[in-house]
């Protein structure tokens, strides 16, 4: 009866005196225990041990199938799920633990092979083999435990709190992208690029509105507090002196002058001039601004050289440093230059691209247009190998130079948007001259210019189509 049972179950009951047969199962102990955790010491070791494997490799396994059948199914709501900050911790302890789980079952697995019995020259090749199987599998889940972390941090720093889904306006959504460039010379925060992005919430195409930092005379939606303070227009009734007309001139008016127009923008995850800002360009536009993203400049150094670098076609000789002599009127004390051509950019190069002030026929419209360019090839440059390959200095860069009021519950819905806007051009509408008066801008025919780009980035009526 035994010896039937030795014969019936080599794995659990194998001849240990036969050599071959004990080279033999430890080759298959190692491979099972690899490909299916558990396996291996249901047919030879702690059976209830192996079961517990076998249960949490298939619970796994099942999640993920559900997972890659909701990514297909229902892509929205998955993607909301797994952007979940509580949802993401779960997930990092979750593959903390099966690592751990992988460690003591690989070595266990290795300690159920009995090498002293195998064949010489194959213990240490078995040996080998099952520390690789067991050690690669666990730093791959340590560096996967370390992306969701670092993911998780980055979207609990940007992102806001548990604010409920928004829903678009006119099937739109309408986002305010702020480009800022403080520095030690600088009063306050003004926006040195400010771009209306509308996506429509269908298929994900998008129109891309620029408005130069000295429009003037902005009016205001009649619903906005800053309405009552400039009925007539931003700066209209106390002269355009200093800026104070200007566009980029709204923040600062409000966030150190009337903060208490907008008394619940703290808590929305914004600031009164920022809120004001979003009014003005409303009131420009015609359209509804529901959400902004501010992006310091300068933190743009440090995401370029996170990413490696960017591309760019550089269309004219660019000054790095330099000022005008205010005797001769020449430009000096460059530094360097950056010369035309497709070039290959560091941060430091980069951020110089997009701010010089100097060598444009246009001058600020020129560098507004240079600092589009660099979003773009940012955007470009932030493909999903590079994104993952560099996944830890892009999320820390990320969260150092991004603030939003964008919330949580919005990061499914967008990302699905952000995958769709990849089947498209983004139309562009460029708010200026000649198209639009520098100085004295008529307002309506700075919303049908911005009505014709949303028109252009739709889709075509049915009956329009029929």
Same mark, same amino acid.
């Given at each position: 009866m035994s010896a039937s049972v030795d014969l019936e179950r080599p794995l659990r009951y194998p001849d240990a005196q036969s050599t071959p047969l004990m080279t033999k199962r430890a080759r298959w102990l190692v491979v099972l225990g690899f490909l299916l955790p558990g396996s291996a010491q249901v047919v030879a070791g702690n059976r209830r041990m192996g079961r517990f494997g076998l249960i949490a490799t298939f619970t796994?396994?099942?999640?993920?199938?559900?997972? /890659?059948?909701?990514?297909? /199914?229902?892509?929205?709501?998955?993607?909301?799920?797994?952007?979940? @900050?509580?949802?993401?911790?779960?997930?990092?302890?979750?593959? /903390?633990?099966?690592?751990?789980?992988?460690?003591?079952?690989?070595?266990?697995?290795?300690?159920?092979?009995?090498?002293?019995?195998?064949? @010489?020259?194959?213990?240490? @090749?078995?040996?080998?083999?099952?520390?690789?199987?067991?050690?690669? @599998?666990?730093?791959?889940?340590?560096?996967?435990?370390?992306?969701?972390?670092?993911?998780?941090?980055?979207?609990? *720093?940007?992102?806001?709190?548990?604010?409920?889904?928004?829903?678009?306006?006119?099937?739109?959504?309408?986002?305010l992208?702020?480009?800022?460039?403080?520095?030690?010379?600088?009063?306050g925060m003004r926006a040195d690029s400010l771009s209306l992005i509308s996506v429509d919430a269908e298929t994900g195409q998008s129109t891309i509105i620029g408005l130069p930092r000295e429009l003037p005379n902005m009016p205001f939606p009649s619903d906005s507090p800053m309405y009552a303070e400039h009925p007539n227009g931003f700066g209209v009734d106390y002269g355009c002196n200093v800026g104070r007309c200007w566009l980029n001139g709204v923040y600062a008016e409000v966030e150190y002058f009337q903060p208490e127009l907008y008394p619940d923008a703290v808590s929305r995850g914004s600031s009164p001039g920022i809120e004001a800002t979003k009014d003005a360009v409303s009131g420009a536009?015609?359209?509804?601004?529901?959400?902004?993203?501010?992006?310091?400049?300068?933190?743009?150094?440090?995401?370029?050289?996170?990413?490696?670098?960017?591309?760019?076609?550089?269309?004219?000789?660019?000054?790095?440093?330099?000022?005008?002599?205010?005797?001769?009127?020449e430009l000096v004390n460059v530094d360097e230059w950056i010369e035309p051509g497709e070039q290959h950019l560091d941060g430091f190069h980069a951020l110089w691209f997009a701010r010089s002030r100097y060598g444009s026929a246009?001058?600020?419209?020129?560098?507004?247009?240079?600092?589009?360019?660099?979003?773009?090839?940012?955007?470009?440059?932030?493909?999903?190998?590079?994104?993952?390959?560099?996944? *830890?200095?892009?999320?820390?860069?990320?969260?150092?130079?991004?603030?939003?009021d964008i919330p949580n519950s919005m990061l499914g819905p967008f990302v699905d948007l952000a995958g769709k806007a990849r089947e498209f051009s983004p139309v562009s509408v460029e708010l200026t001259p000649p198209e639009v008066d520098a100085e004295y801008p008529d307002y309506a025919v700075v919303q049908q210019l911005v009505q014709q780009g949303i028109a252009e980035a739709s889709p075509p009526d049915e009956e329009e189509t029929e």
């Open positions: 796994l396994l099942l999640v993920a199938l559900v997972s /890659v059948i909701g990514f297909g /199914v229902a892509r929205v709501a998955t993607l909301s799920f797994f952007t979940n @900050p509580i949802v993401l911790l779960v997930v990092q302890w979750v593959i /903390v633990a099966y690592a751990i789980m992988w460690l003591v079952f690989g070595f266990n697995t290795l300690q159920l092979a009995k090498l002293i019995r195998v064949s @010489p020259k194959w213990r240490v @090749p078995v040996a080998m083999l099952s520390i690789v199987l067991t050690v690669l @599998p666990v730093a791959g889940a340590a560096w996967a435990a370390m992306t969701v972390g670092s993911a998780r941090g980055a979207l609990s *720093e940007i992102f806001g709190g548990g604010a409920a889904a928004v829903e678009p306006v006119d099937g739109r959504y309408n986002i992208l702020l480009g800022t460039d403080a520095g030690e010379d600088r009063e536009t015609g359209l509804d601004v529901q959400f902004y993203v501010l992006i310091d400049m300068k933190g743009f150094e440090q995401l370029i050289d996170a990413l490696g670098g960017v591309d760019i076609n550089v269309e004219e000789r660019l000054p790095v440093g330099g000022n005008i002599d205010e005797y001769t009127g246009q001058g600020d419209y020129d560098r507004m247009e240079r600092q589009r360019t660099l979003q773009a090839a940012i955007l470009a440059q932030m493909n999903p190998q590079n994104v993952l390959l560099r996944f *830890e200095e892009v999320a820390k860069a990320g969260g150092n130079i991004v603030d939003t």
